[in-house]
């Protein structure tokens, strides 16, 4: 069974930092992409920043120069750095991985979510 548990959330300032991490748990063959996706309430969910296996990233405009993706394989973990934070960074952040199990294809997991709240 694999997991993907989510920590580091919590309430900043504006123009304060956080930084999450995603560790993937369970019969895990190999990673592909990792990636960070977040949900404004009343928004559909949608990607903030995403790494490849080779550890290529490519960001949502919005926070680009702001937030900072990056992955430790030996310990199937992603992180994302989150500067210069604004109240329009409000929402839940998700993390989504490719993962190969045992004996089966590979699928898109997901963690269960972290509030990130910015006050102004």
């Known amino acids: 069974q694999v997991q993907l548990v989510e920590s580091g959330g919590g309430l900043v300032q504006a123009g304060g930092s956080l930084r999450l991490s995603c560790a993937a748990s369970?019969?895990?063959?190999?990673?592909?992409?990792m990636a960070w996706y977040r949900q404004a309430p009343g928004k559909q969910r949608v990607s903030v920043a995403i790494i490849t296996s080779s550890g290529s990233t490519n960001y949502e405009d919005s926070v680009k120069g702001r937030f900072s993706i990056s992955r430790d394989n030996a310990k199937n973990t992603v992180y994302l750095q989150m500067n210069s934070l604004k109240p329009e960074d409000t929402a839940v952040y998700y993390c989504?991985?490719?993962?190969?199990?045992?004996?089966?294809?590979?699928?898109?997991?997901w963690g269960q979510g972290t509030q990130v709240t910015v006050s102004s």
């Open positions: 369970g019969s895990i063959v190999s990673i592909n992409s």
């Open positions: 989504n991985a490719q993962i190969l199990p045992p004996y089966t294809q590979w699928r898109d997991y």
